[in-house]
């Protein structure tokens, strides 16, 4: 048995029939004897939609309501979840990024994950129960506002929760069949990478390939989590990246030199 953390993009929630299907994936791993956390992104583009409603009724949002606002739109998707895995007749519950105790510095819009507080996810597993946690939000104990971590920020949530809950993998169920050598919307002749170092994929994400959010990157390295970047519609092997070296060497082309000595501090 396996402890899986299973993200899925806002693509891949794109619509109740994606939800559906998303459920189904999260049923089969439950049945197949895995423990099951779940993160989901908004569905489609909310989040965009949200920030335009936002602007539309005040140019300069107070950055503590935008954030509520924003935090709004995981836990439709969220719940929805949980819902189409009720519906196929297995245990889910729900939770906010708060309620998952994802604890965060004070900055709207931007925040940075400082705690990861996982001992009701821990019970609910040990009742048997999968996981939904809303990703891109978090509280602040200090201000105790809700926050969000920034584009891309569910990302961080997944990682952030299965280093936490120290699962055996943090599966990332997006839009292409993995990480490729450039952004394969854009260049056809992409190759898809099987297996990546945290530096490879660091300096991917930072020149700009946006399927992993660059702080994720960092958590997963510090923390050592191994991310499957797989497509939610299909069965292919996706990218795995990890610190074990790729098998055959062969250099990562990026589509933009990644800053010299911009690492992060990890080891
Ligand atoms: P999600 O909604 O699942 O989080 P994103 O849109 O954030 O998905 O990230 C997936 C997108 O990242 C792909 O649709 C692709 O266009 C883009 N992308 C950019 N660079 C790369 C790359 N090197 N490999 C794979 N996808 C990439
Ligand atoms: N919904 C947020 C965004 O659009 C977070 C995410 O999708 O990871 O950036
Ligand atoms: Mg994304």
Known sequence: MALIVQKYGGSSVWSTDRIKHAARRVVAAHTAG???VVVVSAMGDTTDRLLGMAREVDPVPPPRELDLLLASGEQVSNTLTAMAIHALGARACSL???QAGIVTTSVHGEAHIVDVRPERIRRLLDH???????????VCRETGEVTTLGRG????????LAAALKADVCEI?????GVYTADPRLVPTARLLRHLTYEEMWELAAAGARVLALRSVEHAWRYGVTVHVR???GDGPGTVVSDRLREVREPVLVG??????AGPEVP
């Open 256 to 261: 933009a030199a990644a800053p010299a000595g």
């Open 96 to 98: 906010s990024g708060p």
């Open 153 to 160: 920020g569910s990302d961080t949530t997944a990682i952030a």
């Open 173 to 177: 169920y997006t839009d292409v069949d």
């Open 231 to 233: 497509s939610a519609q």
């Open 128 to 138: 048997g129960a999968i996981v939904l946690v809303a990703g891109f939000q978090g």
């Open 34 to 36: 895995h423990e099951v």
